[in-house]
């Protein structure tokens, strides 16, 4: 019999032994003797039921704070449909996931202003773009949507060209870079050119 099963039984026979002597104490208490007057013994029963003891669990480390911005975010894949996504080392790993900006520590920046050419100054008709750039966690541009304009489509063309040659300062999310996703408004003045 190993030690542990032995101590086991030993304790138990120990308790048991406890019990009993304390279950005949409460009986001899409430006992009657002869010609003290008492009324008759009233019978008292005691059940005891002895359970092994219950094994210690380790309390469980509490988990991590979830970051509360994250659990909106909806993955952007790395090129819009109908467009061949850009290779990711032999298939193996995933497209990495674009964060918006409202949930960066740090949005990306250009490093520069862009550059639309001079052909912008002579524009007959103002109006505007709304691009989509998702920015690599090197401070490269992956990807570029027009989400909505009203300039003709050489004038799109010109601001996704001006946007795409830039570099910028990766976006940063509690001072690690990630991968960003971010919107740029463009505004043309006809005979002013970009701003």
Same mark, same amino acid.
């Given at each position: 019999?190993?030690?542990?099963?032995?101590?086991?039984?030993?304790?138990?026979?120990?308790?048991?032994?406890?019990?009993?002597?304390?279950?005949?104490?409460?009986?001899?208490?409430?006992?009657?003797?002869?010609?003290?007057?008492?009324?008759? /013994?009233?019978?008292?029963?005691?059940?005891?039921?002895?359970?092994?003891?219950?094994?210690?669990?380790?309390?469980?480390?509490?988990?991590?704070?979830?970051?509360?911005?994250?659990?909106?975010?909806?993955?952007?894949?790395?090129?819009?449909?109908?467009?061949?996504?850009?290779? %990711?080392?032999?298939?193996?790993?995933?497209?990495?996931?674009?964060?918006?900006?409202?949930?960066?520590?740090?949005?990306?920046?250009? /490093?520069?202003?862009?550059?639309?050419?001079?052909?912008?100054?002579?524009?007959?008709?103002?109006?505007?773009?709304?691009?989509?750039?998702?920015?690599?966690?090197?401070?490269?541009?992956?990807?570029?949507?027009?989400?909505?304009?009203?300039?003709?489509?050489?004038?799109?063309?010109?601001?996704?060209?001006?946007?795409?040659?830039?570099?910028?300062?990766?976006?940063?999310?509690?001072? %690690?870079?990630?991968?960003?996703?971010?919107?740029?408004?463009?505004?043309?003045?006809?005979?002013?050119?970009?701003?």
């Amino acid at each position: 019999m190993p030690v542990e099963a032995r101590l086991r039984w030993v304790a138990a026979v120990a308790g048991s032994a406890a019990l009993h002597a304390s279950a005949i104490g409460i009986l001899g208490a409430g006992s009657v003797h002869p010609g003290s007057g008492a009324g008759p /013994l009233h019978a008292v029963a005691l059940q005891v039921r002895l359970a092994a003891p219950q094994a210690v669990l380790p309390v469980p480390a509490p988990a991590p704070e979830p970051i509360p911005e994250l659990d909106a975010v909806a993955a952007v894949p790395a090129a819009a449909p109908g467009r061949a996504a850009p290779e %990711t080392g032999g298939g193996i790993l995933p497209a990495p996931v674009y964060l918006p900006t409202s949930v960066l520590t740090r949005s990306p920046r250009p /490093l520069a202003e862009p550059d639309f050419g001079d052909e912008t100054e002579g524009l007959a008709r103002s109006g505007g773009v709304v691009l989509e750039l998702l920015v690599s966690r090197t401070g490269t541009i992956d990807a570029i949507e027009v989400v909505e304009s009203d300039l003709p489509e050489s004038d799109r063309r010109r601001a996704r060209q001006a946007f795409a040659a830039l570099r910028f300062a990766p976006g940063e999310l509690r001072g %690690t870079r990630v991968p960003a996703r971010m919107r740029v408004e463009v505004s043309v003045e006809a005979g002013r050119g970009a701003p």
